[in-house]
């Protein structure tokens, strides 16, 4: 829905504040540079509990694997979604609309320390990033204090602490962890690609923590309903949706056979 969504913002003549860690800080690395050429986003992610695994150690994780985070105490649904890194895969979409760029233009960045929480590069190749501590009320404070900032009584960056000063990044393998390409890839046909993509992944998702599916079910189910779909396009929100609900619909049949 983001076409539809920020065509109202335009519309409206409004500024549409991120809450989320990643966009926040893509947002506050932007401040002070409206206007200035991107040459991309860099879009970390803390890679989850099976950060380094290969696609045959993915077959037997467990849900109770899937559900211990390193770095973020989360939702079930999101902590799933973290797993798969299909909330990558959900961010950069979301980047692609908030912050007006190609999908391309945007690079995953697995770093599981969590200080560094998204960047951008210019075209001078100047990086500007927000750091912090991982704590979700810094980036939610900041939306609602806008363009002010609340004090925060807790504890900031321990520079020299084990995870300050030891900040790593490395690239995610998108052969492993399949929805970060079925993400890219949805989001560059457009349509009712992404809202299938969605829809499907929230569906198996709940199977899976139903124990219904294995977790690489999720992944491999994804591929598998997207490589069938026939895309509508120019949608409205009426037609988001219906989208959204027959690819429920028919994502439970598929997985449930």
Known sequence: GGEVVMAAVKEKGIKMLPVDREHSAI?????????????????????G?????????????????ALKHPNWSMGQKITIDSASMMNKGLEVIEAKWLFDVDVRKIEILVHPQSILHSAVEFEDKSVIGQM???????????AMSYPNRLPNPREGIDWFGSKAAN????????????CIKIAYDSSEAGGTYPVVMNAANEVLVDLFLQRKIRFIDIQNNLERILDEHKPSYNLDLEGILEADKQARIDTYNLACK
Do not use: C, W
């Open 27 to 47: 947002f506050q690395s932007l401040e002070g540079n409206e206007g200035r050429k991107i040459n991309k986003i860099l879009l970390t992610a803390s890679g």
């Open 49 to 65: 509990p099976f950060r380094g695994y290969t696609l045959e150690q993915l077959e037997n994780v467990t849900l109770e694997q």
């Open 132 to 142: 912090g501590v991982p704590d979700m009320r810094i980036p939610i404070a900041f």
């Open 167 to 178: 900040l790593t990044f490395h690239k995610p393998d998108p052969e492993v962890f399949k």
